[in-house]
């Protein structure tokens, strides 16, 4: 169900998309200043054994604005049909930090028994986020095994205290803010400002959500007023009906009729035009697919750029996908190309110049989608 149909139906709680927390890497960072963002991607990249292009990254910050805890996992660990099915406009988060609003009074360790995993947080008196984080499957780990590895990698006492806790985790937006908890004590709250670095997802689908987002706002306001002058203009027919002469009044209502179809009418093109626009949007995830498909074994992708722009020469704005990529064979770089160009979603590819560095061959493909049929493909991969 999108956001705009949400403004027409009863008030509900707007759940959050949680992930199992074994498919991250954790760490809880000091921070200093207003660019927080900035210093969490810095301190990843010192980390992780990947670029951070292809990780899925968010972080949560303290009250205090002076620690974080940030989680990234490789776009890897996400099918193409886990990632089609997380909602536009619901958050998508790791589970564990529904966990976080259960904290101890002192030292201790608080370890979550779900059907599939266990995860072990470990706290250290005073603090608001957790020192370490553990996640395991059943198979893997036992409640006492795993927080001794949370107690070990916090530097915690061996014998530090430990609460087992059990239930289902969930989330979802109460008053703007998301709310994160299971059946137990204490819940974890992300406010509204910080809902967008919390999320996993790209930063341009995240601006591009929030635009959409304003965009039925302004909706919904040009609605209650448009509903606001219907009445008075419904009122006033009604005054007339009374006071007037018949003949007068029965056309009164005519004409106001007239009008109120008009104003329908236009309703309903703006409606339109509206979703119409919402349809126009950027599909990196299904263009990404489509091509992986002709990706030949000995070809990697180093870097993937989607957009919507006008090629040269035109003034038509289409989804387009640059692809970097190497291999150890360069004859594939011909099938490649000859594959992506027989495709009936693609318009056009303009290849670059490939590039020999030892031993494999890098090159550049820009491509150039046709929008109706992106889109059929889009619809036709969620089904």
Not at 33 to 50: K, M, T
Not at 295 to 320: D, L, Q, Y
Not at 328 to 357: C, H, W, Y
Request: proline share 5%.
């Amino acid at each position: 169900m999108t956001s705009l149909s949400r403004l027409f139906k009863d008030a509900k709680p707007q759940e959050a998309a949680m992930l199992p927390g074994n498919r991250f890497f954790v760490r809880r960072l000091s921070v200093e200043g207003e660019d927080v963002p900035g210093q969490v991607n810095l301190a990843l990249e010192a980390i992780s054994p990947f670029p951070l292009e292809q990780m899925l990254v968010g972080f949560v910050t303290s009250a205090d604005g002076k620690q974080v805890l940030a989680y990234a996992a490789h776009r890897r660990r996400f099918t193409a049909e886990e990632s089609f099915a997380w909602p536009e406009d619901c958050p998508v988060v790791p589970e564990f930090l529904a966990l976080c609003g259960h904290r101890p009074a002192a030292d201790g360790i608080v370890v979550h028994r779900s059907d599939d995993r266990l995860t072990a947080l470990a706290w250290k008196a005073g603090d608001e986020l957790p020192a370490a984080i553990v996640v395991a499957e059943l198979a893997d780990a036992d409640e006492a095994a795993i927080a001794r590895e949370a107690a070990t990698r916090a530097d915690l006492a061996a014998d530090t205290p430990v609460e087992n806790l059990t239930g289902a985790l969930s989330g979802a937006i109460v008053e703007g803010n998301l709310v994160l908890k299971g059946e137990f004590e204490g819940s974890f709250t992300i406010p509204k400002k910080g809902q967008d670095d919390s999320d996993i997802r790209d930063s341009d689908f995240l601006a591009e959500r929030r635009k959409k987002e304003r965009l039925n706002l302004l909706l919904w306001n040009a609605a209650r007023v448009g509903a606001a002058v219907l009445v008075v203009s419904l009122l006033l027919d009604i005054a007339g009906i009374i006071v007037g002469m018949r003949s007068q009044s029965l056309e009164k209502v005519n004409e106001s009729r007239r009008e109120l179809v008009a104003d329908i009418e236009a309703s309903q093109a703006i409606t339109s035009r509206i979703l119409e626009l919402g349809v126009k949007r950027l599909l990196p995830m299904e263009m990404l697919a489509l091509v992986n498909e002709k990706r030949p074994a000995t070809v990697e992708f180093t870097n993937i750029h989607c957009e919507i722009k006008a090629a040269k020469g035109s003034a038509i704005a289409k989804p387009m996908m640059t692809v970097d990529a190497k291999t150890p064979n360069a004859g594939d770089i011909s099938d490649f190309l000859k594959a992506i160009q027989a495709m009936p979603e693609v318009e056009a590819v303009t290849p670059g110049e490939p590039r020999v560095r030892e031993t494999s061959t890098t090159f550049r493909l820009e491509i150039t989608f046709k929008q109706p049929a992106l889109l059929k493909a889009a619809e036709t991969i969620k089904q």
